[in-house]
């Protein structure tokens, strides 16, 4: 059998985490191995613990998620753990910070429990998660912000077709609505995407969108 995915849990407000954890341990291939209530004791759990997966809260004491993220899962780290960021949405101006500090998904706190198990799944397999339907608000809202005055580099190695591609997921789209919108086949999406990554040097889709964004390819 399989083993479960090792959660680890950190939300400053004890009834969130609680909750979090019930949900989680519930599932038979879900296991939360440890919790905490702060992003200093995040750091020291995932390295005590070596979770498979970090559910982080973004605004906590001592340390808080974003920094908390960086230390776990940022450039340079030797052996980056998997974050899920869950947030409110009043909160979504830190989001883009946190996917630029090495987070692989984000989740709205509100989420049903159903959408959190998918979220945690996905990032332990290594894939991204981008919430769809929050997407264009939580990154789109701060493109201006984000987006450096210059615009578009000119060494962007990508063919027009790929950067088409570049800008459905920035605007949140999945391979199956790539797809649709382009005509072509979910294989020919994952190719393009894998293209992408690769020449862009990108770690996965989330990255995708914060280069997007950062170098004015979408408006």
């Given at each position: 059998m399989t083993a479960p995915v090792r959660v680890l849990v950190c939300d400053d407000q004890a009834l969130i985490r609680t909750g979090f954890a019930t949900i989680i341990d519930a599932q038979p291939d879900l296991e939360v191995v440890g919790e905490c209530g702060d992003g200093r004791a995040a750091v020291d759990l995932a390295h005590k613990l070596d979770p498979d997966v970090v559910v982080m809260d973004v605004r906590m004491p001592v340390l808080d998620g974003i920094e908390a993220t960086r230390l776990l899962a940022g450039a340079g780290v030797a052996r980056p753990v998997k974050v899920l960021v869950v947030t409110t949405f009043n909160l979504d101006e830190y989001v883009y910070e946190a996917l630029r500090a090495g987070a692989s998904g984000?989740?709205?706190?509100?989420?049903?429990?159903?959408?959190?198990?998918?979220?945690?799944?996905?990032?332990?397999?290594?894939?991204?998660?981008?919430?769809?339907?929050?997407?264009?608000?939580?990154?789109?809202?701060?493109?201006?912000?984000?987006?450096?005055?210059?615009?578009?580099?000119?060494?962007?190695?990508?063919?027009?077709?790929?950067?088409?591609?570049?800008?459905?997921?920035?605007?949140?789209?999945?391979?199956?609505?790539?797809?649709?919108?382009?005509?072509?086949?979910?294989?020919?999406?994952?190719?393009?995407?894998?293209?992408?990554?690769?020449?862009?040097?990108?770690?996965?889709?989330v990255q995708a969108v914060v280069y997007a964004y950062r170098n004015g390819l979408v408006t």
């Open positions: 984000f989740l709205l706190k509100d989420a049903p429990p159903a959408q959190l198990l998918h979220g945690i799944r996905t990032v332990a397999t290594g894939a991204a998660l981008l919430a769809p339907e929050v997407t264009r608000q939580l990154v789109g809202r701060y493109a201006a912000r984000i987006r450096p005055a210059e615009g578009a580099p000119d060494d962007v190695a990508l063919t027009p077709r790929e950067l088409e591609v570049l800008r459905h997921i920035a605007d949140g789209l999945s391979n199956s609505e790539i797809a649709a919108t382009l005509v072509i086949s979910q294989e020919t999406v994952k190719t393009y995407v894998s293209r992408i990554l690769t020449k862009l040097d990108l770690r996965d889709r």
